[in-house]
């Protein structure tokens, strides 16, 4: 098997390796590579392949992704167990999930150092969602059947309650300290100053020091959530019929209500008047998919209270993230696209003291 190393360290040697891990019989003579994608927390590498011999279904290009290069950014990737948590996903949830995902050729993690490399198929010419431009409407309803995919595959599911490396079972972990909470939130506000609305300091004081309450409104029927599900984690390509989208980027995913991704997917990727305008249709095509996939006990009531909670997710991950992550400009955008997108959403349901 493969060793674990980063994308600068692999050779044509290690590529093999890799494919044979998965039952591709090829031998790597020689290869490109170069970074790809927006990630914040992980680094992509898009290898181009020159074979000396291989089979019919040896892929042209392959995608790896390995910790982040940036310092601030890999610490935040090992803190919050991202990494590890992926590989997992890949290893032991991904058969059954339901939901379009790449096909993984070869994965590990060492979980001491949280070294992890990870190569995937390459889905091109499928496009990167970009969370600044938001997705069409039709993007959105195909998002939504991948969602009802995923939560029904492994609904009510106790199975994941065993696992420490999902979020927020039984036996996870919690890396995250309510001062620690608080104490970003109010350095977000003292480097951004103006830019954070009244609405969003009134949502962030609240939600930033009453971790407790956004947890209640979170209880109820639970599932395998992504908890980032944003199209920046997405691939698109509408002429593909049998995969439009695929989702990727699994470093957050938990168990927890369904309904929250739905709200966190769409408080951030619809601007807010068209989502006023078709919210009722994108949520309803979300309901009807999970009855017909066998989820027929998912009440409207429970759905809507995690769809706001999806939304206050939506706010909590734009400046939490923005806070550990390396600093950028496209990343300092894209975070309050995330929190006024989930300010306008929470608004629009009343939901602005929710938390006291």
Request: charged share 25%; net charge negative.
């Amino acid at each position: 098997m493969p060793d674990i190393r980063t994308w600068r360290d692999i050779d044509a040697e290690w590529l093999s390796d890799a494919l044979a891990a998965d039952g591709i019989d090829a031998k790597v003579r020689a290869f490109d590579a170069g970074k790809v994608g927006t990630g914040q927390i992980g680094d992509c590498v898009r290898f181009r392949l020159d074979y000396e011999s291989a089979a019919p279904d040896a892929p042209e290009t392959v995608i790896g992704k390995f910790p982040s290069e940036g310092e601030e950014s890999r610490a935040a990737g090992i803190q919050l167990g991202n990494y590890h948590r992926e590989v997992k996903f890949y290893q032991l949830l991904q058969e059954n999930a339901r939901i379009s995902t790449p096909r993984c050729y070869f994965t590990d993690v060492d979980e001491d150092t949280h070294d992890f490399v990870l190569i995937m198929g390459d889905l091109a010419p499928a496009q990167q969602g970009d969370q600044l431009n938001g997705v069409t409407l039709d993007e959105a309803g195909l998002v939504i059947r991948e969602a009802a995919k995923l939560h029904s595959a492994y609904w009510q599911d106790e199975k994941l309650d065993e696992y420490p490396w999902v979020m927020n079972t039984k036996h996870a972990q919690d890396p995250i300290d309510p001062d620690m909470i608080a104490g970003l939130w109010d350095g977000f506000k003292a480097r951004y100053g103006g830019r954070v609305t009244p609405e969003a300091t009134r949502i962030g004081d609240s939600m930033s020091r009453n971790m407790e309450g956004y947890n209640d409104k979170r209880a109820g029927a639970r599932c395998l959530i992504h908890s980032d599900f944003r199209p920046d984690n997405m691939l698109f390509d509408l002429s593909n019929t049998e995969r439009p989208v695929t989702v990727v980027d699994w470093q957050s995913f938990g168990y927890g209500p369904g309904g929250a991704d739905v709200g966190y997917f769409i408080s951030g990727a619809i601007d807010p008047a068209t989502r006023r305008e078709h919210e009722a249709r994108l949520t309803g095509i979300y309901l009807e998919e999970m009855a017909r996939l066998g989820v027929g006990n998912y009440s409207r009531d429970e759905f809507f209270r995690h769809y706001v909670s999806g939304a206050y997710q939506h706010f909590f991950t734009a400046f939490f993230a923005a806070m550990l992550v390396t600093q950028t400009e496209r990343g300092d955008d894209m975070f309050f696209r995330m929190l006024n997108g989930a300010v306008d959403l929470i608004t629009d349901h009343d939901a602005l003291d929710w938390l006291g």
